[in-house]
């Protein structure tokens, strides 16, 4: 039992890290290459879409200079980026071994990224969310998606092979 809660905290661990900074869970994963090279991308995009600038302006309300300072371009880039992170080290240190379990943060990236594209036009009663908080709100939807998904691609692959 004690072995099973160690695999249990180990996993948490590695996520919560992920979550933190991309890379973190590759390099307590022993990945350190792989770790490496994700905080170093994390850092690239993140500084080239002057994402800390936009979080900084954003915890401020000052939404508008957020839309202002974001490179879209470059920060587009942030959301797989991301969640390809966390999955990664989540899946090395031994999660994510049900089918299709994946889905959930894979669609998390698509959604999270369709929100940041529409984050300079978007507005609720004509206030502009912006390009940290809009992305954040298409998280629980990307989730919630790939998790309908997942659960049907399941109950298709039950049927076909029962």
């Not at 936009?54 to 300072?69: G, R, T």
């Not at 009663?125 to 998280?139: A, C, D, N, Q, T």
């Amino acid at each position: 039992m004690e072995k099973r809660a160690d695999l249990k905290s180990k996993k948490l661990e590695v996520l919560l890290w992920s979550i933190a900074l991309p890379g973190f869970g590759q390099l307590l994963n022993r990945k350190y290459m792989k770790g490496f090279v994700l905080i170093g991308l994390e850092f690239l995009v993140n500084v080239m879409g002057n994402f800390n600038t936009i979080i900084v302006l954003s915890f401020n309300m000052k939404i508008e200079e957020a839309i202002a300072q974001t490179n879209y371009l470059w920060l587009m880039f942030y959301p797989c980026l991301y969640f390809f992170a966390i999955w990664d080290a989540y899946k090395d240190a031994g999660g994510g071994e049900k089918p299709f379990a994946y889905l959930p943060l894979v669609f998390s990236a698509y959604f999270v990224t369709v929100g940041l594209i529409f984050s300079p036009t978007f507005t609720i009663f004509g206030v502009y969310i912006g390009p940290m908080w809009l992305p954040i709100l298409f998280l629980p939807i990307g989730l919630s998606v790939g998790a309908l998904i997942r659960k049907v691609l399941v109950k298709i692959y039950e049927k076909s092979s029962g």
